[in-house]
């Protein structure tokens, strides 16, 4: 059972950056395309950002393109998002999620059901 757990959010002004972090326990990290996505009071879950599970592909959704980046580094069980120019619209619970089995080492997956496995979220709250 892969267990995952976010940290890093928090109460932030508008413009300043921001680092996620997710660490996974259990399973085969290295082996598991990650994404992020964000869910806003009222609102459905959002597709963030995606990565392969080596880390060659990646796919961030068009709201958040050239502000947001995903990352990952096997070696420490962790995918990592960095915000920049954050604004109050940013404003969610963020989740990291893990899928069993890919297509290949450059595959990635935007979709909700897709993932088998989820953080509990971490809040981001951004003040204008």
């Known amino acids: 059972q892969v267990q995952l757990v976010e940290s890093g959010g928090g109460l932030v002004q508008a413009g300043v950056s921001l680092k996620l972090s997710c660490t996974a326990s259990?399973?085969?990290?290295?082996?598991?395309?990650m994404g992020w996505f964000r869910q806003a009071p009222g609102k459905e879950r959002e597709f963030v950002a995606a990565?392969?599970?080596?880390?060659?592909?990646?796919y961030h959704n068009p709201s958040v393109r050239g502000r947001f980046t995903i990352s990952r580094a096997n070696a420490k069980n962790t995918v990592y998002l960095q915000m920049n120019s954050l604004k109050p619209e940013d404003t969610a619970v963020y989740y990291c999620?893990?899928?069993?089995?890919?297509?290949?080492?450059?595959?990635?997956?935007?979709?909700?059901?897709?993932?088998?496995?989820w953080g509990q979220g971490t809040q981001l709250t951004v003040s204008s």
């Open positions: 259990g399973g085969t990290f290295s082996r598991y395309p």
């Open positions: 990565i392969s599970w080596s880390g060659g592909s990646t």
């Open positions: 999620a893990a899928k069993e089995g890919s297509l290949g080492g450059t595959y990635y997956y935007t979709g909700v059901s897709q993932y088998d496995y």
